[in-house]
């Protein structure tokens, strides 16, 4: 049965969530500091908030999409000043260690923060083809799953509060190198002279084939990186992050570390605003210079 929902940050994935939330029924109640997006909310029939403060007096789970730690903080202190204890469910992709200060001043105040990391871009969310990696207090995570249900194909339980982040950052490395071989492989059929619609057709119905394909694979094949489903400049932070984390373990990834100068080409490159199926266009120019 749906219920009341609110949600701080309309972006891409937030805005998608708010949609899908608002068509299943849910009450939503959302922020955001680009009123555009707080007008889009109004208009799929969501209440747009003045502030976080509104925002927590009208629902008791809250579901955070921000861009940046310093965002997290904000947030995690402005929840933490209301008086009524609320869930809330995190789903940003940051440094463990935001994530775990912003849980620490959740949890000083009264509240019970999970850590929910989303494996999926944009375009799934707008489709509820996301999976939600759950993580904290198990018994919160399972009062949550009718609204992880509604906006998402799929949701686990993986344990202790920051567990969902580190599922994420395997996720995205995962994502960062087949995204690059994506591109690779076009560069190679292209210069074999084979069709490009044909290539994604045949390989991605193969052994090779991989949801990064067939999702950015099109997109080489047309030479069109918009909409961006992921921008390359949104990335490139998500690549920073995975890549300290690594080094923090003492773990080395030779496929991602050589996946990282590409993404960073792609940046200088002025394609921050594409979509990262852009790295074809960066393999595709080396290739024309040999």
Known sequence: MAGTVGIIGLGIMGGAISNNL?????????????????????AAGGTACS???AVCQNAPVILTSLPSPAALAAVAAAIAATSSPRIVVETSTMALADKLAAHDV??????????????????????RDLVVYASGDTAAIAAQMPLFGDFARAAHD??????GTRMKFVANLLVAIHNVAAAEAMVLANAAGLDPG??????????????MFDMRAPMMAARSYTPATMRVSTWQNDMDIIGAFARDLGVILPLFEASAPIYAEALRAGLGDQDTAAVFAVLDQAHRKI
Request: proline content about 2%; some cysteine.
């Open 51 to 53: 502030g976080i403060a």
């Open 158 to 163: 993986i344990g202790p509060y920051g567990n």
């Open 22 to 42: 608002l068509e299943r029924g849910w009450r939503v109640f959302g922020t955001d500091l680009d009123q555009a997006k707080q007008a889009a909310l109004t």
């Open 198 to 211: 044909l290539v994604v057709r045949l390989a991605g119905a193969g052994a090779g084939a991989s949801r």
């Open 106 to 127: 959740l949890a000083k105040a009264g509240h019970t923060a999970l850590d929910c990391t989303l494996s999926g871009t944009g375009a799934q969310a707008v489709h």
